[in-house]
């Protein structure tokens, strides 16, 4: 059970949902996890399935809940993979959100009266666990799958809280973060940890195989070198426009610290108005990508002087979702995020 499909937020346009998909690529050693806690009988309540976005985490949970649900109290499956049969019965339902003891905590779609939700709200928790207060429909598990807990607002997340802390009977949490850190500690330290990580070319290549993209051999090769690790980043740089605003934005980032205003102003422009929103992520994806690759090359220069970066970034994502918040012009702020690298890279250099 969970909320209508809808317009869904955490759907790419034109391609499956991660919940319809049968077949895993990559990831072994959390699968064989999963399986061996299974077999054992000692599988954890809670799992916080943590990494970067689009590598496969909502997918490997809704494995789980399909493998889970379609035990219906027998044995665990034979065999190292999560994959499954289509056509069984549990595997149907889960993809269509249509199976009684599945709970899906996410961000609710758009309707025609309401824009889809920016965060989970305390109302769609609540609602959604009473689930739990009745016995599986089979005498099988009952599973939430939580995507992600990124978006639950605070009292979302200790709602969550109350049901983990005294979880119930043949009862699995698999609960998605692309930041696990920030995750309530109280829900962290209640959970075991299974990082999944960024997908090798090798793999996102077989992931965008078995979806028939339509785009030639060099654009696939291009938008797979564009990915960093994710399958997701992937499929949405195979539109020519989107790896165009990758490459620029790339190109102003090598520059630093030497600032090509106009190239930055330019920029700016681009992703200035509610049209740019989809562009505007892009851009932010690819500076922080930049980031991470740079403090990651630095690691061996010591803490204070990365801290000159590491400062900037946390300023950035401050003023990101400000300008958010009061939907105010992006054009200053993509500026000052040029400035702000910049004289970062400079203190770092003279650190």
Known sequence: MSDEAGDEPDRLAGFPHPREAT????????????????????????????????????????????????????????????????????????????????????????TDKKAAATMIAVETVRRALDVFASTPSDGGWRVCVVDSADDLNASAANALLKVLEEPPARAIFLIIAHQPGRVLPTIRSRSRKLTLRPLAETEIAAVLDGLDVDADSATIGQAIALADGSARRAISRLDPETAALIGGTRGLLARLPDVDIPGVLAMSDQ??????????????????????????????????????????????????????????????????????????VSRMRAA
């Open 23 to 110: 077949h895993l690529v990559g990831h072994h050693d959390a699968q064989a996890a999963i399986l061996e806690g299974l077999r054992q009988g000692k599988l954890h309540h809670a799992w916080l399935i943590g990494g970067p976005e689009g590598i496969g985490k909502a997918t490997f949970a809704y494995m789980v809940a399909k493998q889970l649900l379609g035990l219906k109290g027998g044995p665990a499956p034979a065999g190292d993979r999560l994959d499954v049969d289509p056509a069984r019965q549990a595997s149907r339902l889960v993809s269509n959100l249509a199976h009684p003891d599945l709970v899906v905590l996410r961000r609710q779609p758009a």
């Open 271 to 344: 992703l200035a108005g509610r049209a740019a929103e989809a562009d505007f992520a892009v851009f932010m994806e690819t500076v922080e990508d930049w980031v991470r690759h740079v403090l990651h090359a630095n690691l061996a220069a010591g803490a204070h002087r990365l801290a000159p970066l590491a400062e900037v970034w946390d300023k950035t994502a401050r003023a990101v979702r400000e300008t958010d918040a009061l939907n105010l012009d992006r054009r200053p702020l993509v500026l000052s995020i040029f400035q702000d690298l910049s004289e970062a």
